[in-house]
């Protein structure tokens, strides 16, 4: 069995930790007859302090490599902040987005391979060397594209990177808008296209429907080549409230209502075939989305036995859907 994920950062990280056991208790056969793939956002990644920070790919890397910081979701377990105390003592004003002294060797590796000339799916594959993934992660592009938010900053319009709107604004500046900066001219990464034609299905994990799933969606050539396999995807919202993060901010910019069943419409039945939504939404599985087959079952990734479960039961969605299309 062949599995695509298209992954953001937390909720896609964890979904995979769930995914992963799943299919080493047996699910899909057994580790040795699965496949996983996983298709990475770049459009948080950064460039601060003359190095490029891929927070997602960093975030499913170490999630799945066992080096994940487990309070925060993101960045290194036992973590010291030397660098980012000596650079504070030099006055440097980027000091709101947070990199441990663990997590700039990761960038300086990066950046030095990308100086060097090598793609980010080159490097990105070097850096998995260290950890233990049990899957493959391919960034969604070799190409440099950047999330950016159009804001109102009282009265004015301003063009923020998505980073310094999320983390450093915590999202409360309103967004008029919410865009790939250089996505339209990029192209999916090698082995992207080539896994998504092999795959039996896709699963989309409750990553950030807008800019993360959807920021991956937006490179030329993903969109057509997902909706051509049979997708399921896990909500990312139970009841009206995102299950982590700040979706719903994204979701307003955009003009979609935070709920599941508007964001399994806003991907509409073109994308989706399968979507699991939480039980508290059992109203959104017994009444229906047009074209879209829903399924309700509690969703909270508490650990990562109840996330294998949830793992499974997309698992079994997708097969079901598959081999009804036979």
């Known amino acids: 069995m062949r599995i695509v994920v298209l992954a953001g950062g937390i909720g896609g990280a964890r979904f995979l930790r769930g995914l992963r056991k799943a299919v080493a208790d047996g699910t899909g056969?057994?580790?040795d007859a699965t496949t996983i793939t996983v298709v990475g956002n770049t459009g948080d990644d950064i460039t601060l302090f003359g190095l490029r920070v891929c927070?997602?790919?960093d975030?499913?890397?170490?999630?799945?490599?066992?080096g994940i910081n487990t309070t925060n979701g993101w960045g290194r377990a036992d973590e010291t902040f030397t660098?980012?105390?000596?650079?504070?003592?030099?006055?440097q004003e980027s000091l709101w987005f947070?990199?441990?002294?663990?997590?700039?060797?990761t960038h300086i590796m990066r950046t030095a391979m990308l100086n060097e000339g090598l793609p980010l799916s080159a490097a990105t594959e070097s850096l998995c060397r260290r950890w233990d993934l049990g899957m493959r992660l391919l960034p969604m592009t070799d190409d440099p594209v950047e999330t950016h938010v159009v804001v109102d900053d009282d009265g004015t319009e301003r063009d923020l990177h998505f980073q310094e709107w999320w983390v450093r604004?915590?999202?409360a500046l309103p967004a008029r808008a919410i865009y790939g900066a250089g996505a339209e001219a990029a192209a999916p990464a090698p082995g992207v296209l080539e896994a998504l034609e092999e795959a039996d299905f896709v699963l989309l994990p409750p990553?950030?429907?807008?800019?993360?799933?959807?920021?991956?969606l937006s490179v030329p050539g993903l969109r057509e080549a997902v909706a051509a396999k049979t997708v399921v995807g896990v909500s990312p919202i139970i009841g009206a409230a995102p299950v982590r993060g700040m979706a719903d901010a994204c979701l307003a910019a955009i003009g979609v209502e935070t709920s599941a069943r508007a964001v399994a419409e806003h991907y509409g039945p073109d994308l989706l075939d399968g979507w699991l939504v939480d039980t508290v939404d059992a109203e959104v599985a017994a009444s229906g989305v047009t074209g879209i087959s829903v399924r309700s079952r509690p969703l909270y990734m508490t650990d990562d036995d109840a996330?294998?479960?949830?793992?499974?039961?997309?698992?079994a969605m997708a097969r079901k859907i598959v081999g009804a299309a036979r």
């Open 83 to 91: 660098i980012r105390e000596e650079l504070a003592a030099h006055g």
């Open 55 to 57: 927070p997602d790919l």
């Open 59 to 66: 975030t499913v890397m170490y999630t799945l490599g066992d």
């Open 98 to 105: 947070t990199l441990g002294d663990r997590d700039f060797a």
């Open 29 to 31: 056969g057994g580790p």
């Open 169 to 171: 604004h915590r999202a």
């Open 307 to 315: 996330t294998a479960d949830i793992a499974r039961e997309a698992i």
């Open 207 to 216: 990553s950030n429907p807008v800019v993360s799933v959807g920021t991956i």
